[in-house]
């Protein structure tokens, strides 16, 4: 099974430091996004790549945050300077393109906890 | 812009009988709608989505949700639920392809 993946599946950090979170797409597809999900919430839209374009970005991805998708296929996402309110689960989904709607597909999360 | 409600944090139901989740939103556009189920230390799951045609629509697992434009809800169901599916589940909107999201229904599942 090629499902989406994310690693690392859990992240400790200190307050300050820099954190890299990576996510890997079912192969044939073309879009990736990135999501947060804070405790009793559901998850928040941060960003959206089709093929190696960032078409958009919400207005939570604060200067701090970047993501990048290189070559189209993996996708990293970068938070500078960590902040106790970065603690979250962020998530990662991708989707083909065609068709009225994608079904987007969800990896497992990474858990990011800031100290 | 959107939003969307599930009016219950958590739902507790007696195993083998039956369950509603409710989610209702708000959109000034046509909107696609989904269900999504987040398993134990799992991600989540596709349920089942709306997208056009037959307002009923049948997912896995045996549920199933009925779209209601006129009351703007997606609520889902279970004939009879089993153990297996303790978990929480999210309703979701769309218009394109940024998924506005509920706060999710934990439903719990008594023996």
């Known amino acids: 099974d090629t499902g989406v993946s994310q690693d690392p599946r859990h992240k400790i950090t200190k307050r300050g430091q820099n954190v890299t979170f990576r996510c890997d797409p079912i192969?044939?597809?073309?879009?990736l996004y990135w999501y947060r999900q804070t405790l009793g919430q559901g998850p928040e839209f941060l960003t959206y790549?089709?093929?190696?374009?960032?078409?958009?970005k919400s207005r939570l991805l604060s200067d701090r945050f970047s993501a990048e998708r290189p070559k189209g296929s993996f996708s990293t996402l970068e938070i500078q300077r960590t902040e106790q309110g970065d603690s979250a689960m962020y998530l990662c989904?991708?989707?083909?393109?065609?068709?009225?709607?994608?079904?987007?597909?969800f990896g497992p999360g990474t858990r990011l906890t800031v100290l | 812009a959107q939003s969307v409600t599930q009016l219950d944090s958590q739902v507790p139901v007696f195993e083998e009988a039956p369950v509603e989740l409710r989610c209702n939103y708000s959109?000034?556009?046509?909107?696609?709608l989904f269900w999504y189920v987040q398993y134990p230390n799992q991600g989540l799951q596709l349920l089942l989505k709306?997208?056009?045609?037959s307002t009923l629509v049948k997912g896995i697992n045996g549920f199933e949700a009925e779209f209601n434009k006129s009351q703007t809800s997606f609520h889902l169901r279970k004939p009879s639920v089993h153990i297996s599916d303790t978990a929480e589940y999210f309703c979701?909107?769309?218009?394109?392809?940024?998924?506005?999201w509920g706060a999710g229904t934990k439903l719990i599942i008594k023996p």
């Open positions: 989904a991708s989707s083909s393109s065609g068709g009225a709607i994608d079904t987007q597909y």
């Open positions: 192969s044939e597809h073309n879009r």
């Open positions: 790549f089709q093929n190696e374009a960032q078409l958009e």
């Open positions: 959109s000034s556009v046509s909107v696609y």
């Open positions: 709306y997208l056009s045609g």
């Open positions: 979701a909107v769309t218009p394109n392809y940024q998924l506005i």
